[in-house]
């Protein structure tokens, strides 16, 4: 027997949720202090809320307007220090680096090797991955780095003929 008047009007299964969206079902400090106001309103005069009851809502709230602003704070540093990533990545321009590249070889081995070059632009992409654009026109994440020289490798052969006079 199904719950059913016709297939088009039906019960929601226990497993259906009514709800779709995560974030329509969870419920905010102003949403709890709703709740908590319309307690107060609506209690009964002849016996009102237990005063015990009353001090573990207020801390519950408490606890949710501390959440909240942890939240809020954890996500601004998060921000803050991912930007300072990229201003950190920006002293890298100009200068030789050896980063490690992973291809597959004619026999569909996967082969690793190190290659040399030097660093033209630094930019952050939009999941706040460093990216490095190199000399060949190459763009690499900032973990594939394995070695920063101080200068490009024509400067340091450059430098080094001159101090020789």
Do not use: C
Request: aromatic share 4%; proline share 2%.
């Amino acid at each position: 027997m199904a719950n059913t008047i016709q297939d088009n009007y039906g019960v929601p299964s226990q497993k259906e949720s009514l709800i779709t969206n995560q974030e329509d079902s969870a419920l905010g400090k102003d949403d709890f202090l709703k709740i908590l106001m319309t307690q107060l309103q609506n209690q009964d005069p002849m016996n009102p809320m237990d005063d015990k009851e009353f001090v573990g809502q207020m801390a519950q709230f408490s606890s949710l307007e501390q959440m909240t602003n942890m939240t809020t704070a954890i996500t601004t540093m998060a921000r803050a220090q991912q930007k300072g990533s990229l201003v950190q990545h920006s002293e890298l321009i100009g200068k030789t680096v050896t980063w490690e590249r992973t291809y597959e070889d004619d026999n569909g081995v996967e082969q690793t090797e190190e290659v040399v070059n030097s660093v033209q632009s630094v930019r952050q992409d939009s999941e706040g991955n460093i990216r490095l654009l190199l000399d060949s026109d190459r763009w690499i994440n900032s973990e594939q780095l394995i070695q920063v020289d101080t200068a490009p490798a024509e400067e340091e052969n450059g430098n080094e003929e001159d101090s020789g006079e």
